[in-house]
């Protein structure tokens, strides 16, 4: 069997986009830091370690998610959602279930109350610090000391308000990224509690894909807030040696990012898309029992899928596909069909047996 992991047959297929792909990223992220920072007059050179691991971070997820999304399967879910959120109805379910996912993550909710805990800290915790980070190391916003005691904060060159510098406000803006790093900190603990107690009943669990990115987050987290701490109550007393190891271990954590397990925030679209064919197109009934198990566009899908990965099943001497019954239709006509016992598809009125080559075709002659 030739097996061609990508839609095309293109050898250079891969190498093409991601080049064409990486172009056009670096092109939006240095017009980005442009204009962000008032034709390159407020770069914070203090951040200058940041700022190169950030754009080698934004090359490498690049190139993956290029290659991940030349995969038939996942090339065919990124068209079909593209296409269904194009429309209000699509658009609305998007923000519902953003709101549902992201907001109050039912998903993990459901399972228990600590692991939704420990979810919601991790994660809200590493989406504030990404947008505090990337707005100031990519130098989208600064703060311009227009008076003594006053800081205007300026966002792509544009005024978004005045503090005071020792208002309640200013405060918990200069410490942001101390109040997000204390939440990924209680999460991440959570979690390697919760890995260690339960190391016995997550069997897929390994060191390097679910212990070092807790920890690497929690070595993030301190260094940061020992910056706060040796500069305000030590004098900045070893400030150099911390900010080179928050340097380390956030360069670190960047370029690993897009080969960890944080690789699934960017996938996070697939998970909007499965459910909105359930929720925006007709359903379809098994040939067999008649439930409702899928949406026609679904399973269409699936098959031109499997189809371009030469993994399809049809059902010889049919228009039929082994898709067109539910999973558990599927295993019980493959195990029936075996033993060499005939199979009545009482919704399809179709009879099948076994083909001789560990399939199923239609008995002539018979419906």
Known sequence: MNFNPYEEADPLLFTKKSARNVFFVLVVVFFSIYFGSERLGYVDIALYGYLWATILCFVLLTIRITSWTLRPPTRRLWKQGIKMMASPKGLKFVFKTLYSNFGEQK?????????????????????????????????WMHFELIHPKTYDVVFFGISLFQMEADSFLAFMLYHGLNWTGIAVIIGCSMALYRRVTD???????????DFFPLVLLIAISITGSLLTVSAIWMEGFSYLGIALAHQVTVIVFLLYFPFSKFWHLPLR?????????????????????????????QIKDIQIGLAKRELSVPIDQTSLHFSDM??????????????GAKIHLGQANVILESNGRNGLQGVKGES
């Open 107 to 139: 998903f993990i909710r459901n399972r228990s109350f600590f692991r939704w805990a420990q979810h919601m800290l991790i994660s809200w915790g590493v989406l504030f610090s990404f947008a505090i980070t990337f707005a100031l190391v990519l130098n």
């Open 326 to 339: 539910c999973s558990e239709c599927r295993r019980v006509s493959h195990r029936l069909g075996g033993y």
């Open 269 to 297: 679209f697939l998970a909007l898309v499965v459910p909105m064919y359930h929720a925006m197109e007709e359903q379809k009934q098994c040939a067999k029992c008649g439930r409702e198990y899928a949406t026609a566009t």
């Open 199 to 209: 190391e016995k009943k997550i069997v897929e669990q390994s060191k390097e894909y």
